[in-house]
Structure formats: structure tokens, C-alpha cells
């Protein structure tokens, strides 16, 4: 009986989820016995490496970097970021929202379900992570910015997995805003 027991935990540990060659895991929690939740950091593949590099630019004309970060800080606020980080020393803006991705009643259903049943864990909430770095460009009030935005979703085993976006929308949406607040419009 200890044998089988001492086999049982082993596999336990062992069994943990296998990385692709693009992901990075830590803290495997194991599949039999789930002991600890899972982070996986997804590299990009070369494809969407080259859609995030053709938009994440932006040269902004006519702005000191002083406007910039303002009219940053404004656009991620109206966006719905609820914490908003400015260093005006250093040209960087760093913002967080956090989304709920299902109803508070489907969240407590299935928690109601895996007392049960051993269910997989489904995406509830993502966090979006967004960084603006600002430098001065090659012309006299000139501006090169910078967007890296991430996402992280979790499940309702409280494993995450984190992506780098490369959807021009999104971008697109943040360029938009920052431009309109600049513009006196937001």
C-alpha cells in the first residue's frame, strides 16, 4: 500500500504540463494531483513577432514628451485602465486593467460543479498590461513612442497564461485615443 501511494504522489509531481518550445511555465501544479497553479509566458511566434513590430510605433509630431504622457495617462483612464503609472523622468507610462470574462453567477456554478466534479479550468478574468516608452525624435518637438501591450488570462483553476498582443486593433484603439486627448477631442 505504501508503494502504490508513494507511485501515486510521484506521478502526481511529475505529471506536470509539458511546454511547448514556445512557452515558458512555472510553477507546473501537476495533473492528477493539482498541488499549485501553472504560469505559462507564450513567446510570439515569428508571424505574430511580425505583426506586433509593424505596430507598435508611432512617431507623434508637435507634442513635448510632457503633453505625451498626459494625454497617455488620459487615453488608458477613458480606456478603462484602472491603474495608470507615470514616470515623466524616464518617458514611461505602465497601466493595468483587469476584465471579467464571465458572469459572477456562471463563476459561482461552476464552483458549485467542481466541488463534484473534477472539471478543467475554464478562462474567467485577464489582465491587460500595457507599456508606453516615449523618446524624443529626430525633429524639434518630435516624439517616438513606443506600445507593448500584454494580456494574461487566468482560469478558474488560477493557472495563467500571458501573451504578447500583436492585434493592430488594439494599438490602433490606444494611438487613436492618445491622439484625441492631444487634440483636445477626448
Keep these: ?53 509593424q505596430v507598435r510605433d508611432l512617431r507623434l509630431e508637435g507634442a513635448s514628451a510632457a503633453e505625451a504622457l498626459q494625454a497617455g495617462k488620459q487615453a488608458l ?19 493595468e486593467k483587469d476584465e471579467v470574462l464571465i458572469s459572477q453567477a ?25 507599456l508606453l516608452t516615449l523618446r524624443p525624435g529626430g525633429q524639434a518637438r518630435q516624439l517616438m513612442l513606443r506600445a507593448q501591450i500584454r494580456q494574461t488570462i487566468w482560469d478558474s483553476n488560477g493557472n495563467s497564461r500571458t501573451l504578447l498582443c500583436s492585434d493592430q486593433a488594439y494599438y490602433r484603439q490606444f494611438y487613436d485615443q492618445l491622439a484625441a486627448m492631444l487634440e483636445g477631442r477626448g
Design 77 to 95: 483612464e477613458k480606456m478603462g485602465y484602472g491603474r495608470v503609472d507615470v514616470d515623466p523622468e524616464y518617458g514611461v507610462i505602465r497601466a
Design 106 to 130: 456562471r463563476q459561482v456554478l461552476r464552483g458549485l460543479l467542481k466541488l463534484k466534479f473534477p472539471l478543467p479550468g475554464k478562462p474567467d478574468h485577464q489582465t491587460t498590461e500595457l
Design 1 to 53: 500500500m505504501r508503494v502504490i501511494s508513494w507511485l501515486c504522489l510521484s506521478l502526481a509531481f511529475c505529471a506536470g504540463a509539458r511546454a511547448a518550445e514556445n512557452e515558458q511555465v512555472q510553477g507546473q501544479g501537476g495533473r492528477v494531483l493539482h498541488y499549485s497553479s501553472t504560469q505559462v509566458r507564450v513567446e510570439p511566434s515569428a508571424e505574430e513577432m511580425r505583426r506586433y513590430l
